[in-house]
Nanobody
Framework: QVQLVESGGGLVQAGGSLRLSCAAS????????MGWFRQAPGKEREFVAA????????YYADSVKGRFTISRDNAKNTVYLQMNSLKHEDTAVYYC????????????????WGQGTQVTVSS
C-alpha cells in the first residue's frame, strides 16, 4: 500500500515557477515508478510527466517539455515537479501517481493516486 500526499501548489504569475512535491508512505517507494497528472476545470485529466523507479529517462507531455522537470529522491520517499515559465493554461489540480511500471503510469492507469494540489497561474 502506498499513500501519496502532494504539496507546493499555489498562485503564481505567468512566467513564474513552482515546485510540487509528492511524499509517499511505505518502505517500497524506490520500487515504484512515479508520475504527475493534471486536470483543469471542465477538462479530462492529462499526463504531465513520469519517472521510473531508478530515476532514469523521464517522460514528458509535449506541452511541458523544456519547462517542467520531474525528479525523485528515494531516500526521502519524494518525487518533485519543478515547473518553470508557467503559463495560464498550466492552471489545474496536479495529482501524483505511483505504479510498479512506468508505462502504466504514463497511460494514466497507476495503482495509487494522491488527492491533488491546486496550481493557479495568473495571466
Amino acid at each position: 500500500q502506498v499513500q501519496l500526499v502532494e504539496s507546493g501548489g499555489g498562485l503564481v504569475q505567468a512566467g513564474g515557477s513552482l515546485r510540487l512535491s509528492c511524499a509517499a508512505s511505505g518502505r517500497t517507494f524506490s520500487s515504484y515508478a512515479m508520475g504527475w497528472f493534471r486536470q483543469a476545470p471542465g477538462k479530462e485529466r492529462e499526463f504531465v510527466a513520469a519517472i521510473s523507479w531508478s530515476g532514469g529517462i523521464p517522460y514528458y507531455a509535449d506541452s511541458v517539455k523544456g519547462r517542467f522537470t520531474i525528479s525523485r529522491d528515494n531516500a526521502k520517499n519524494t518525487v518533485y515537479l519543478q515547473m518553470n515559465s508557467l503559463k495560464h493554461e498550466d492552471t489545474a489540480v496536479y495529482y501524483c501517481a505511483a505504479d510498479k511500471h512506468v508505462r502504466t503510469v504514463v497511460a494514466g492507469s497507476a495503482e495509487y493516486w494522491g488527492q491533488g494540489t491546486q496550481v493557479t497561474v495568473s495571466s
